[in-house]
């Protein structure tokens, strides 16, 4: 799975950028953002694999799928996130063909 450098999420176009480093209000490092009032993705760059940096874009959607459709509860409920893109994620790796 190749990681696009735009995606449509709702009717909001996101800009998908990769960054060296993005630090939380916490000085904790993300993986990734997600950005609403700018509609741009960052991702990790200096994530170890390929796959992390997928799991982390597909995070990222999620909470941009629950933003669109105005369920902001589901977006802050990071297990929940969590859950839906590393099984998504799953399925889509094992699952290849799936989407051709």
Do not use: C
Not at 6 to 25: A, L, P, S
């Amino acid at each position: 799975m190749k990681i696009p450098n735009n995606i449509k999420i709702g009717w909001r176009d996101y800009t998908v950028e990769f960054i060296e480093e993005r630090i939380d209000e916490d000085e904790e490092l993300l993986d990734g953002e997600i950005d609403f009032s700018n509609h741009i993705i960052y991702i990790n760059n200096d994530l170890l694999n390929e796959d992390e940096k997928i799991v982390t874009f597909l995070h990222k959607m999620i909470h941009g799928i629950f933003y669109s459709q105005s369920h902001l509860e589901w977006g802050d409920n990071e297990e929940l996130v969590g859950a839906v893109s590393e099984g998504l994620f799953q399925i889509i790796k094992d699952n290849p063909g799936l989407f051709r």
